[in-house]
């Protein structure tokens, strides 16, 4: 790692609009050393179901991790084709046991107004809050489910 000392305040900023997915993976690997010194919980463990066709593709899929009690989804994604099969629904069951048998007391997710509020919310997730105009003319809400 470089010293503080050898990086000048006058280093040119790099600005990206495709960086390298290694870069990012970096970012969340310090953010999540951080958060794990500052709490001292250090359970963190990503969690992922998928559903694939006959060709091994990916045709729904969810992700997220779970960590100090919690649990967060982070994309939900169904293939357009396979929509109306329940998937989301089972893939969430699916996220839902896993997240209890990690220890979780709650599940926590975004999504967007024009997506699938109404989705979450048939799955028993409250509103808890939301940006406006996020993007323009829309809503981003957030949404917790406890786990009892």
Aim: glycine share 8%; proline share 5%; with cysteine.
């Amino acid at each position: 790692m470089t010293a503080r000392s050898e990086v000048s305040l006058l280093e040119p900023l790099t600005v990206l609009d495709a960086p390298d997915r290694g870069d990012v993976q970096y970012l969340d690997d310090r953010i999540n050393e951080f958060n794990m010194s500052r709490t001292g919980i250090t359970d963190v463990r990503p969690l992922a179901v998928f559903v694939r066709d006959d060709r091994t593709e990916i045709v729904a899929g969810v992700h997220g991790w779970t960590w100090g009690g919690c649990c967060e989804v982070k994309t939900l994604w169904v293939h357009e084709q396979w929509r109306g099969l329940d998937l989301g629904t089972r893939l969430m069951a699916a996220v839902e046991n896993e997240a209890r048998a990690r220890g979780a007391r709650q599940i926590v997710l975004s999504t967007h107004s024009f997506q699938a509020p109404d989705f979450y919310r048939r799955l028993g997730f409250e509103p808890i809050g939301h940006f406006e105009d996020y993007p323009v003319g829309y809503q981003s809400i957030y949404l917790r489910k406890p786990l009892l």
